[in-house]
């Protein structure tokens, strides 16, 4: 089958788009207004970009309201956000702090979860996480859509400190992606959790393209 997304017209009872671009790791995103409200949020339209220097992005529709999402403005406004990955184990804070509340609401209560002061950024970052980034503010692509939510802010931060828990590194150097296990985005309500993981190399002995897949910066 095939469909035009203008139309809509692929005769299914969900749609399917979101459903084919999966799994999407979620950009669970902590920030805090001018006047010091705390602001947390999960975006399953999340990813890195670059690793050297690192920058990532994460793309915010609007609410139902049809207003920028309090993230994007509290990002436009400081200059600063986390990024703190989310897990299994925090699935059910991940759940609560995707709730639409008004500006005022600290989504770090509604979740449940500790704030963690921050190195180099004002914004908290979520104790409980084994991985957060401190990023500063790049610039927001805005793209046009169509509806209330359709319009959607691509906002790109560089990553300026990085945080991994001690336990979560195994070893030999490496993150225990299995201990962790990540949450990651499907379609319609669905998630999923990274519980395998397998090694490929890229044939022919490229050592640079293999130490740039590997994020390896080469100085």
């Avoid at 469909?3 to 399917?16: S, T």
């Avoid at 509604?110 to 104790?127: D, E, I, N, Q």
């Avoid at 927001?140 to 400190?161: A, E, H, Q, S």
Wanted: charged share 20%; hydrophobic share 35%; proline share 7%.
């Amino acid at each position: 089958m095939y469909y035009d997304p203008e139309k809509n017209d692929h005769g299914l009872a969900f749609n399917p788009f979101k459903s084919c671009m999966v799994p999407r790791p979620i950009g669970w995103i902590s920030t805090v207004s001018p006047e010091g409200i705390h602001n947390l949020a999960p975006y399953s339209q999340f990813q890195n970009l670059t690793f050297d220097p690192p920058y990532v992005m994460f793309a915010a529709n609007q609410n139902t309201r049809g207003r920028r999402k309090d993230t994007v403005n509290n990002i436009e406004q400081t200059g600063e956000f986390v990024y703190n990955m989310a897990t299994y184990n925090l699935r059910e804070a991940v759940n609560w702090s995707a709730a639409e509340v008004p500006p005022e609401v600290d989504e770090f209560d509604l979740a449940g979860v500790t704030k963690a002061a921050s190195v180099r950024v004002k914004p908290c970052r979520v104790a409980e996480s084994p991985v957060q980034f401190e990023c500063c503010y790049h610039q927001t692509l805005r793209l046009p859509g169509k509806g209330i939510m359709g319009t959607v802010d691509v906002v790109i931060g560089k990553v300026v400190l990085v945080h991994i828990k001690d336990e979560f590194i195994t070893p030999d150097g490496r993150i225990d992606i299995l201990r962790i296990r990540p949450l990651a985005r499907l379609g319609y309500h669905d998630y999923t959790t990274i519980d395998s993981v397998f090694e490929m190399l890229i044939p022919g002995g490229n050592e640079a393209l293999l130490n740039g897949l590997e994020g390896r910066a080469e100085n």
